[in-house]
């Protein structure tokens, strides 16, 4: 036992430090030379067209594992070992946790007002802290209602623009089909949670009195987890994980006839299940009262505190993020729906997205309508990895019968705050 | 002088690796759980390691994830240290007293278990445990009994069962060398004196190896304070294992996952508080009623 612990251990430590030990060299004379880490699908074909469209910085690419599989992990203990990459991919709710640790860097000074013209101000924000810029926004992804209008179509329902509307179809689903549902409560999705909160106005976390207030528990994440737990007692929704084999038979096997989803998952829909091609379309996500939406995933490209080469790996995250061969390299792997932060790529990303699956909708118009109805002014924790686990593991309980999401919630705000305080962190706890 | 060197060189390995596995850790982790490489207000300024008092301890203590993982862990050790200590008395007693045949056979047999690593057997049974692989749950089925290994309730007694499997063998084999040290005419006596094979287990065979009963019951507590390997494994099958669910987890997810290293240190501390005041206590209380 114990020789096993302790082997599990040093495998868990070694095994990403021995991967990641590529040395970062100057070039003498040639291409300056950067190394950049990512788990986002096509990020290859986006570093060869880069480094085949000018001579003076040569990408070193490196596809990792995404975060919760252990990516994270793996830029933590390189950042520990002094050796992360220039230029690292990090998720939204990960970039204060990432900033707070020192491994993301302070690159205010180096996002000109050039590249920031180029950018939805409102996804800028979510990776600007304390008036510092800590990573550059890539991709931001509305949660949309992706539905299979040949089931919708055949048993003449028609696509929920409300909340009221969409548990009214949930029910209609279930009397309907004793073995379909109309959606899922993924049991392992905490950040989908995040963006049903987010829409409704809750307020997980604000830093604007200098300090982290949390609140978890707010009014609106309240009225948000009422909602599912009704839907969760009529046994009118599945509530499993999503990440799971046991979904995938779901959507498989036509028995889920929705699916909430950031933008991206469109492109992920078609990699999955080909078979299923025109089979699927998104609508926007229904909405309470105000017409606003919350995120659901995208990335940001943050450089690392052991970067010997800031300006050329700001250089690449500007092509990446802003140039529309960037995006259309990424699109033409055929694996990637991405929403960009840069609206000036909108029209790029329209043409190179191949449509069929989607039966020809113009999604690209439908994401742009929906990325302008982000609700403004959502702050991401320091350690969103964390509460988000915690949380997942109520949902989980819940799932089965045991506590309800709420509570699920307040253990996450409980959890959290412990974590926070011994960080040194100024802390106050708001509503639970 | 002479055997002076030599007790020196004998003692010098002992205490090399209690110093470099022991000592060293033990003071790095109550140094990292006392200061903190802090910054203020909302974390984003330049980092000054600080002396931060008490504060990761008074974080952790107040962290209902720990204290429940420290709940889960007490009621592991109620549930495990009775059944383990008793399991592996009676099959002692049994090999003891001629009843069971093929004495090296059954000692090989219960024994082989513990020669499998932890993770071996925690992937073992993690395979006998989930629904859709496990032949068990499917006989089971074919007998109209529904049985979720990795439910709620359940979660907990599956994983005694895999401690209890991989030790049983083990202590059994401590209990039974024990056993072999009574002395004979003692046994004889009782017999003269009208003791049948029950009685005199219980009355005399068992008192007389009391002292390998301490000492079992002491080693499996400590071992199963840090209940570690088999949780993390079958967490990957049931989501009712968090990934705090022992004080162990608790620790490994607070550096690892949280990169909180104060936090992780303090839980360490305690944990090992924890640990030898139980330890201690249990000794105190044996030796008392000893006395």
């Not at chain 1, 048993?155 to 073995?179: H, M, Q, S, Y």
């Amino acid at each position: 036992m114990r020789l096993s612990r302790r082997t599990l251990l040093a495998a868990g430590l070694t095994a990403p430090l021995a991967a990641c030990s590529t040395p970062q060299r100057r070039g003498a004379g040639g291409p300056v030379e950067i190394t950049f880490w990512s788990a986002l699908r096509g990020s290859q074909q986006v570093v060869d067209a880069f480094n085949s469209s000018q001579n003076r910085i040569r990408v070193v690419f490196q596809q990792i594992p995404s975060g919760g599989q252990g990516g994270y992990a793996k830029l933590s203990n390189a950042a520990r070992a002094g050796n992360a990459p220039d230029i690292a991919t990090i998720e939204y709710p990960q970039v204060p946790g990432y900033a707070i640790d020192g491994v993301a860097r302070d690159i205010t000074d180096l996002v000109t007002d050039r590249v920031k013209q180029k950018l939805l101000p409102q996804a800028l924000k979510l990776t600007t802290f304390d008036n510092r810029v800590f990573s550059v926004p890539l991709d931001i992804e509305p949660m949309v209602l992706h539905y299979r209008a040949d089931l919708f179509q055949a048993n003449g329902f028609e696509i929920p623009a409300t909340w009221d509307e969409f548990a009214d179809l949930a029910r209609a689903v279930k009397n309907r089909f004793p073995d379909k549902k109309l959606t899922l409560f993924p049991t392992d999705g905490g950040t989908q949670f995040a963006c049903f909160a987010w829409q409704a106005g809750g307020q997980w976390f604000d830093t604007s009195g200098g300090k982290w207030r949390v609140s978890l528990a707010d009014g609106p994440t309240q009225k948000v987890a009422a909602y599912w737990q009704k839907l969760i007692d009529e046994d009118v929704v599945f509530r499993n994980a999503g990440d799971s084999k046991q979904h995938d038979a779901q959507i498989g096997q036509d028995r889920v006839l929705t699916r909430l989803s950031g933008a991206w998952d469109a492109g992920a829909q078609m990699r999955a299940r080909p078979g299923q091609k025109g089979k699927w379309r998104i609508a926007p996500m229904p909405v309470w009262d105000d017409q606003v939406v919350g995120t659901h995933g995208g990335s940001t490209f943050a450089i690392t505190k052991d970067s010997w080469e800031p300006e050329a790996a700001m250089e690449f995250i500007e092509w990446q993020t802003t140039h529309p061969d960037a995006l259309t390299a990424r699109l033409k792997s055929g694996t990637s729906s991405q929403y960009p932060v840069a609206p000036g790529l909108v029209a790029a990303g329209a043409k190179a997205f191949p449509g069929e699956y989607y039966g020809g909708q113009d999604i690209y118009r439908l994401f742009e309508q929906e990325a302008n109805k982000v609700r403004d002014g959502w702050v991401w924790g320091p350690r969103m990895t964390a509460t988000l686990k915690v949380m997942q593991d109520g949902f989980a309980k819940a799932g089965a019968g045991e506590g309800t999401l709420i509570d699920a919630v307040r253990t996450a705000q409980s959890g959290t705050m412990p974590d926070l305080k011994a960080l040194g962190l100024s802390t106050e706890e708001g509503a639970r | 002088m002479k055997s002076k060197l030599a007790c020196a060189v004998l003692m010098a390995p002992f205490f090399l690796l209690l110093v470099t596995v022991f000592l060293i850790p033990t003071g790095t982790a109550i140094w990292l759980s006392f200061f903190a490489a802090d910054q203020p207000g909302l974390g984003f300024g330049p980092e000054s390691t600080v002396f931060v008092g008490l504060r990761s301890y008074v974080a952790v203590l107040s962290d209902p994830t720990f204290l429940n993982g420290l709940l889960t862990v007490v009621l592991y050790c109620l549930l495990y240290i009775p059944l383990m200590v008793v399991g592996a008395l009676t099959l002692a007693l049994l090999l003891d007293s001629g009843v069971a045949k093929l004495r090296s056979w059954m000692q090989m047999g219960l024994y082989l278990p513990h020669a499998v690593p932890g993770i071996i057997a925690a992937l073992i049974w993690l395979y006998l445990y989930t629904p859709g692989l496990s032949p068990i749950i499917d006989l089971f089925a074919k007998a109209d009994i529904q049985i979720n290994f990795l439910g709620i309730n359940t979660v907990l007694p599956s994983i005694v069962n895999i401690a209890l499997w991989s030790n049983l063998g083990y202590n059994m084999v401590i209990f039974y060398a024990a056993l072999q040290a009574v002395p004979r005419e003692v046994l004889e006596a009782s017999v003269v004196d009208g003791a049948g094979p029950v009685k005199q287990a219980l009355r005399i065979k068992t008192p007389l190896v009391r002292g390998a009963i301490v000492t079992v019951g002491i080693f499996t507590l400590i071992w199963a304070l840090q209940l570690f390997t088999e949780p993390v494994l079958l967490s990957q099958s049931t989501p009712m294992i968090s990934a705090r669910f022992s004080p162990s987890m608790y620790i490994y997810d607070a550096a690892f996952t949280r990169n909180n290293y104060g936090l992780a240190a303090a839980a360490s501390v305690i944990l090992l508080a924890f640990t030898v005041a139980l330890s201690f206590g249990v000794t105190r209380w044996t030796n008392r009623k000893a006395a």
